[in-house]
């Protein structure tokens, strides 16, 4: 029929929910994830210690955190860039990539978080995590080393 839209009727059976999300709600486990979730964001637009202040600035002014927040992400951000093992991968001197995708031959395509190019031949990649270590964390960064 034009102008009218068409629908299909499903079973209730054949509705599936996401269990594990729903089971998450309203739950620390579910606000730990999102805040989790939320640094990685802020940090992948983070190119430098200098991008702190204005990123978080414009998170604030968007909505997407809140004033409350602003404190404790701040200082939670600024640790990690200004981490005496981690410094280096956001200084101004070298080119980074966020969130970008590493072809190779025979090996699956790799995501790391941040891609810091510290020489002509020389790259580091980082992988935020965030929450309890867990042995899939080590699975993921061995296969992006």
């Known amino acids: ?8 009727v499903m079973p209730p059976a054949a509705i599936k929910i996401a269990d594990r999300a729903a089971l998450l709600w309203g739950t620390t486990t579910e606000v730990a994830l ?5 640094i990685h964001d802020l940090l992948s637009k983070i190119h430098t210690i200098s991008d ?3 990123i978080l600035d414009t998170a604030l002014q968007t909505g997407v955190i809140s004033a409350g927040e602003l404190p404790s992400l ?3 951000i600024i ?6 093992e981690l410094s280096d991968f956001f200084n101004a001197n070298f080119a980074i990539k966020t969130e970008c995708r590493i072809l190779g031959t025979g090996i699956p395509i790799l995501k790391p978080d941040r891609v810091t190019f510290l020489s002509e ?11 309890s270590r867990e042995a899939s964390h080590k699975k993921q960064l061995a296969a992006i080393s």
């Open 121 to 131: 031949n020389k790259v580091a990649l980082l992988d935020y995590k965030t929450g």
């Open 79 to 84: 640790q990690i860039v200004s981490h005496e």
């Open 1 to 8: 029929m034009k102008g009218s839209l068409a629908a299909a």
């Open 52 to 54: 702190v202040e204005i």
């Open 74 to 76: 701040k200082q939670k």
């Open 34 to 38: 999102a805040k989790g979730v939320l």
